[in-house]
């Protein structure tokens, strides 16, 4: 079955860095598009960013953009989110997402996202 594991996440300093790593087995990863996205305790899932299944086109929320970076490896079967400039209100669980799709545009919507991982700790302290 589809498994994906998030990596990476730990208690960093406000304006520092992190790259979580998502490694998916079970699938044709080639063909999936895969997604970040997080949550805060009591909210639901917030997109954070988004790969076409070839790595041709991404999407960010606005309060990432210019400071996170997706990116996927298809030989590793390993989607990526590099974050820099980390805010306190970055803190939250991240989880990975895919979804069986080769169109050429990101997907933003969590809920089309059938597969999920089980979420990695991200705190950034003040």
């Known amino acids: 079955q589809v498994q994906l594991v998030e990596s990476g996440g730990r208690l960093v300093q406000a304006g520092g860095s992190l790259r979580l790593s998502c490694a998916a087995s079970?699938?044709?990863?080639?063909?999936?598009?895969m997604g970040w996205f997080r949550r805060n305790s009591g909210k639901e899932h917030e997109f954070v960013a988004a790969i076409t299944w070839t790595g041709g086109g991404t999407s960010y929320a606005d309060s990432v953009k210019g400071r996170f970076t997706i990116s996927r490896d298809n030989a590793k079967n390993t989607v990526y989110l590099q974050m820099n400039s980390l805010k306190p209100e970055d803190t939250a669980v991240y989880y990975c997402?895919?979804?069986?799709?080769?169109?050429?545009?990101?997907?933003?919507?969590?809920?089309?996202?059938?597969?999920w991982g089980q979420g990695t700790q991200v705190t950034v302290s003040s």
């Open positions: 997402a895919a979804r069986f799709t080769i169109t050429p545009r990101p997907e933003t919507r969590g809920d089309l996202y059938p597969y």
């Open positions: 079970g699938l044709t990863f080639s063909n999936y598009a």
